[in-house]
């Protein structure tokens, strides 16, 4: 069969749903054979918004989201989208196009090498150069996206390729299992929680799959060990546990980070340096047993004194049933600290000043969205307070980014979270910077007819780096910028747009949009002049004087 044919046979194979893409002149024998296939094209407006929703697609599913552009300005559009896959551990495939690379009579129009290009921001980047090789490298392309640690990986398939005919059969994805953790390492690390007077479990990004959860949940109620996460762990474990003590939402100095200081012992799962470490390793400091799929990337703040390496449920399951709770365990200063930071989360949390603050702010998002609501972040101030203050119940129902943490991905991962999850309310918090990077999506979901809400926290300049600036002493400077009227601009898209106009009105609004079903953007002035005096100032001197 032709090429193209195959190709596309290969990723029903795979079990694609969907190709988020924007095709080019290079990609339209691949596009005829997607006519006649099983997956759904969804076109984006941006190559990068495509990309965050593929990489999202894996992050919620655990297989590979596909993503297609053309080449030289299509493929280059795809860089930060493969940067955020890769970084975030999010199962990814790229597809791009190319001139014909056997006889080309276009010179050097347009003409890049991808492959190259993509060979530090991928696990795996190959030009397809034959159609019988077609089905071995897509094989390849989608085990390596979605093996440990998942990632991103790249396919270039030029026009001429794409157009041969080959008698090649697609290949099926092999069965396997991941492999356990050795008994000697399992014991090791049985032995040092056993001994330890204040073990403290710390999850995070690598921790979040579903089988995780449960063992997790399973080896915290017979041992009663406290919990901590990152930024990427949060809803590993259901944040109203008495055991849960807080989210690292900041570097340092937070009440969380006390927790940290006073362990004897850290139970790393599924850590992952990518993240800003939560702690740093002295000598003479806790112990620290790294539980992952992969062994420990040692850096001058990360050397691990034990290693479980081997699949996370299993390794938790084994522990579990190696340990029992010890009678001189002393837990009581976690819980001390806990119930300090849960009082200090509820400060501001009432408060009808206007415009909103990012304690109401959160507080009432979490009112409106149910156990199972998705809430996706883009990149900025807020990140922080959702981050600390709002407490994720289920796995994946925040979806942040603390790896390449870029601005511009969160409309694009509300829209993807709602294709996955369709009865589910989804929502998008932007900043007013980020959203205005992929807004040009807004006419993506209300073409895909999604029911979505999409919240823009307007302060008119970029305020997580105003806070940076502020937290250096510098003065307020270069930052600030206009917006459009974000309504007006919501309707000139086909959507529904909402101004709030005070704060005790967000709550019901939200409420109003998600009955009244479509795309709805929510222009929400935010109050951030407090963020220097309670996260640089306030939150570090109530920790450091418990």
């Known amino acids: 069969m032709k090429a193209s044919d195959l190709f596309v046979k290969a990723l029903e194979t795979e079990g694609v749903e969907y190709l988020f893409a924007i095709p080019g002149e290079e990609n339209l024998d691949l596009l005829e054979s997607l006519r006649h296939s099983s997956i759904r094209l969804i076109v984006t407006r941006h190559e990068q918004a495509a990309g965050f929703m593929a990489a999202t697609y894996g992050r919620l599913t655990g297989r590979a989201g596909v993503c297609l552009s053309t080449l030289g300005p299509g493929a280059t559009n795809f860089v930060t989208a493969a940067a955020y896959a890769q970084l ?29 290009m993509m060979r530090p921001l991928t696990k795996f980047t190959r030009q397809i150069v034959s159609g019988d090789s077609v089905p071995s490298r897509i094989r390849e392309a989608f085990r390596l996206a979605q093996e440990e640690r998942p990632g991103a990986t790249h396919l270039e398939l030029p026009e001429d390729i794409a157009r041969e005919h080959s008698n090649m059969s697609v290949l099926l994805p092999s069965f396997g299992r991941r492999p356990t953790a050795e008994e000697k390492a399992v014991r090791a690390a049985a032995d040092a929680i056993r001994q330890a007077k204040r073990p403290l479990l710390l999850v ?38 008495p055991r849960f003590i807080g989210n690292t939402a900041l570097s340092d100095g937070d009440f969380v ?24 390793m002295r000598a003479g400091g806790p112990k620290v047993v790294h539980i992952n799929f992969n062994s420990a990337q040692v850096d001058p703040v990360y050397f691990p004194q034990i290693e ?5 449920a299993n390794s938790l399951w084994q522990l579990k049933e190696s340990i029992e709770p010890q009678p001189h365990w002393d837990f009581s200063e976690f819980q001390r600290i806990r119930d300090a930071l849960k009082t200090h989360i509820t400060e501001g949390a009432d408060s009808d000043a206007f415009p909103i603050i990012p304690q109401r702010l959160v507080r009432d998002i979490r009112k409106v969205m149910p156990e199972n609501g998705i809430i996706a972040l883009d990149n ?35 829209m993807a979270a709602k294709l996955v999850y369709p009865d589910r309310r989804v929502m998008a918090i932007c900043g007013d ?15 895909l007819g999604l029911d979505l809400v999409v919240l823009v926290l307007r302060d008119d300049g970029y305020g997580m780096i105003k806070w940076k600036q502020a937290q250096m002493n510098f003065d307020d400077y270069g930052l600030d910028f206009g917006n459009p009227d974000f309504v007006d601009y919501a309707r000139a898209y086909g959507a529904s747009g909402h101004r709030v106009e005070k704060t005790a009105d967000l709550a019901r609004l939200i409420e109003e ?34």
Request: aromatic share 6%; net charge negative.
């Open 433 to 447: 910077g980020g959203f205005m990077m992929n807004s040009q999506e807004m006419e993506t979901a209300v073409r």
């Open 380 to 414: 900025g101030m807020y990140k922080i307070w959702f981050a600390r203050n709002y407490p994720a119940y289920l796995p994946n129902t925040v979806l942040l980014d603390n790896a390449l943490a870029t601005m511009g991905a969160g409309l694009p991962s509300a």
């Open 257 to 280: 980070h006390r927790a940290i200081h006073a362990a004897d012992l850290i139970i790393n799962l599924g850590h992952d340096v990518v993240e800003k470490p939560p702690f740093f």
């Open 513 to 546: 949009c998600y009955s009244a079903g479509g795309v709805h953007l929510i222009d929400v002035p935010v109050d951030y002049r407090d963020n220097d005096r309670i996260l640089n100032n306030e939150i570090r001197e109530l920790s450091q004087a418990l």
């Open 308 to 312: 479980v390496v081997g699949d996370i």
């Open 88 to 116: 975030g551990g999010m199962p990814m495939v790229m597809l791009t196009g190319q001139k014909p690379i056997k006889s080309s009579k276009q010179g050097q129009f347009q003409i890049i090498d991808v492959v190259d």
């Open 204 to 241: 995070a990004a690598g921790a979040n799959r579903k089988l995780t959860c449960k063992m997790l949940r399973q080896f915290v109620d017979k041992l009663g060990i406290p919990v901590v996460t990152t930024q990427m762990g949060k809803g590993v474990i259901d944040e109203t546990d």
